[in-house]
């Protein structure tokens, strides 16, 4: 292999780990809107129990 073909290489080495990191990086600050329906839905239910309905039954 001569110094040439290794240049070759090494450049292209870097410009595909260049690519990937940018396209990671697009790829994680992509925006997901997530719609309000879906947002009730993923809210914590209380946990707190009313034992007095429990006692009515």
Do not use: R
């Amino acid at each position: 292999m001569t110094g040439k073909q290794f240049l070759y290489i090494v450049i292209a080495t870097f410009a595909t780990i260049i690519i990937w990191v940018v396209s990671d990086i697009l790829h994680s600050s992509s925006n997901v809107k997530i719609p309000p329906e879906t947002q009730q839905l993923l809210e914590p239910v209380d946990p707190t129990f009313d034992t007095s309905i429990v006692n009515e039954l």
